[in-house]
């Protein structure tokens, strides 16, 4: 045999002496054995070949396991990947939870790692970067520990301070106590009418000698607290800087620090607020979606500083359009939500259309470029679903199939 047509006929031949029907699948498998056997190349069995290579570790092992010669065989094994979707979204969270979150540096290393799993996010899977991962995440867990550790210790200091000079104080007021009491009992035992001038002359230096000695440990104690007390203020000034800067990196850690809009988990705890509300009054409102179009072609083209300048200027755009009793955020990537308060659906629609036409006749300008961008939006509607999961999963669909739909679209329930 030295040509395809000969192995195609012995193939035939193969599958009849091992009683095995010529199926499509059994015709493919047998085939390519054959040629690998007499070196004969060709492309379906090179190519099948060549897209096993590509696989991740975990399915190789699968492959070899179970025996996997056809690309039909594959098909089980892919369909066990999670969606593009889903991953985007787990690169987001992933994202989220290596960032520090009290210490708020973000170092070169990782502002690096961050853009190459937003990028691609399928990257995730491979097991470097699962290393990475788990280097950054101790990274996180230390900083955060210094922080912790650094402010705390003003507190410790402070607490430590009055400790001592409270302990001073009491000591010193009593052996002042005991000073007078024996002078007290010393008095009481003198007969005064009888008392020899010695014995008064006595207890008058007595008591001089107790007045001294109560009044350098006062003092004494004195000055320890006044002292105290300027440490003391000092620290309850420091305390006061570092309960600002708290507050400060509580707030922080609420923005995303791109677009200076809500990150993800903020919009998370304001999702419950609308919740409790709803169950509460029944007022309703909208999940709404936004994703611009194509945006990984713009960081390609023009790349990733043009990225985030598009994203600022429609962060912006946004939070100027949007009411102070709504909520808008950053989902992650290029992905924006946000939660509408509305009377009716018109009034809704008219909310998203306006930011649309703004999109539309703006041109995004990074140095001497002038970006042209659109967004796809998907709105879903709270009343109209049994839950909030419910709700953003609808909303979540409408994103996708406003995508599919040639982009530039927003679709509504």
């Given at each position: 045999?030295?040509?395809?047509?000969?192995?195609?006929?012995?193939?035939?031949?193969?599958?009849?002496?091992?009683?095995?029907?010529?199926?499509?699948?059994?015709?493919?498998?047998?085939?390519?054995?054959?040629?690998?056997?007499?070196?004969?190349?060709?492309?379906?069995?090179?190519?099948?070949?060549?897209?096993?290579?590509?696989?991740?570790?975990?399915?190789?092992?699968?492959?070899?396991?179970?025996?996997?010669?056809?690309?039909?065989?594959?098909?089980?094994?892919?369909?066990?990947?999670?969606?593009?979707?889903?991953?985007?979204?787990?690169?987001?969270?992933?994202?989220?939870?290596?960032?520090?979150?009290?210490?708020?540096?973000?170092?070169?290393?990782?502002?690096?790692?961050?853009?190459?799993?937003?990028?691609?996010?399928?990257?995730?899977?491979?097991?470097?970067?699962?290393?990475?991962?788990?280097?950054?995440?101790?990274?996180?867990?230390?900083?955060?520990?210094?922080?912790?550790?650094?402010?705390?210790?003003?507190?410790?200091?402070?607490?430590?301070?009055?400790?001592?000079?409270?302990?001073?104080?009491?000591?010193?007021?009593?052996?002042?106590?005991?000073?007078?009491?024996?002078?007290?009992?010393?008095?009481?035992?003198?007969?005064?009418?009888?008392?020899?001038?010695?014995?008064?002359?006595?207890?008058?230096?007595?008591?001089?000698?107790?007045?001294?000695?109560?009044?350098?440990e006062m003092s004494q104690a004195t000055q320890n607290l006044s002292h105290g007390k300027t440490q003391v203020d000092n620290l309850k000034e420091k305390i006061k800087h570092l309960e600002l800067e708290l507050a400060i990196t509580k707030q922080k850690s609420k923005i995303d620090n791109l677009t200076k809009l809500l990150n993800r988990g903020s919009f998370d705890d304001e999702c419950e607020r609308f919740e409790k509300q709803y169950a509460r009054e029944k007022k309703n409102y909208a999940i709404v979606f936004f994703d611009l179009d194509h945006f990984k072609e713009v960081n390609d083209t023009y790349g990733h500083e043009a990225g985030d300048a598009i994203l600022r200027t429609f962060a912006v755009i946004l939070k100027k359009?949007?009411?102070?009793?709504?909520?808008?955020?950053?989902?992650?990537?290029?992905?924006?939500?946000?939660?509408?308060?509305?009377?009716?659906?018109?009034?809704?629609?008219?909310?998203?259309?306006?930011?649309?036409?703004?999109?539309?006749?703006?041109?995004?300008?990074?140095?001497?470029?002038?970006?042209?961008?659109?967004?796809?939006?998907?709105?879903?509607?709270?009343?109209?679903?049994?839950?909030?999961?419910?709700?953003?999963?609808?909303?979540?669909?409408?994103?996708?199939?406003?995508?599919?739909?040639?982009?530039?679209?927003?679709?509504?329930?």
């Open positions: 045999m030295t040509n395809t047509k000969d192995v195609a006929q012995q193939v035939l031949i193969n599958l009849e002496k091992k009683t095995i029907e010529p199926t499509p699948k059994e015709y493919s498998k047998e085939f390519c054995k054959l040629a690998t056997s007499i070196n004969l190349t060709t492309n379906e069995c090179l190519q099948f070949k060549e897209f096993i290579t590509k696989l991740n570790t975990h399915e190789k092992q699968e492959i070899s396991k179970l025996n996997v010669e056809t690309a039909d065989d594959l098909i089980p094994i892919l369909l066990k990947r999670v969606s593009t979707r889903n991953i985007s979204n787990l690169a987001n969270l992933l994202k989220d939870s290596l960032l520090p979150s009290i210490s708020i540096e973000l170092d070169e290393n990782l502002a690096r790692f961050c853009i190459k799993i937003g990028d691609s996010p399928s990257l995730i899977f491979e097991d470097d970067i699962q290393q990475e991962m788990e280097s950054f995440i101790a990274k996180r867990f230390e900083a955060d520990r210094k922080i912790v550790h650094q402010k705390t210790s003003d507190i410790a200091k402070l607490i430590t301070l009055m400790s001592k000079h409270l302990n001073d104080a009491i000591t010193s007021s009593d052996n002042g106590a005991r000073n007078v009491s024996h002078i007290k009992t010393s008095i009481e035992q003198i007969d005064i009418t009888n008392a020899e001038h010695s014995k008064l002359i006595d207890l008058q230096n007595k008591l001089v000698n107790a007045a001294k000695t109560i009044e350098s359009e949007t009411r102070d009793i709504d909520i808008v955020a950053r989902y992650g990537g290029e992905e924006f939500v946000a939660l509408i308060n509305f009377k009716t659906k018109p009034d809704l629609n008219a909310y998203v259309t306006r930011i649309q036409k703004i999109v539309r006749g703006s041109k995004f300008k990074y140095k001497e470029e002038k970006i042209k961008a659109t967004f796809s939006a998907g709105i879903s509607i709270r009343s109209n679903h049994h839950s909030f999961a419910d709700t953003i999963n609808s909303a979540d669909k409408l994103l996708y199939n406003a995508k599919n739909n040639g982009r530039d679209t927003i679709m509504s329930e």
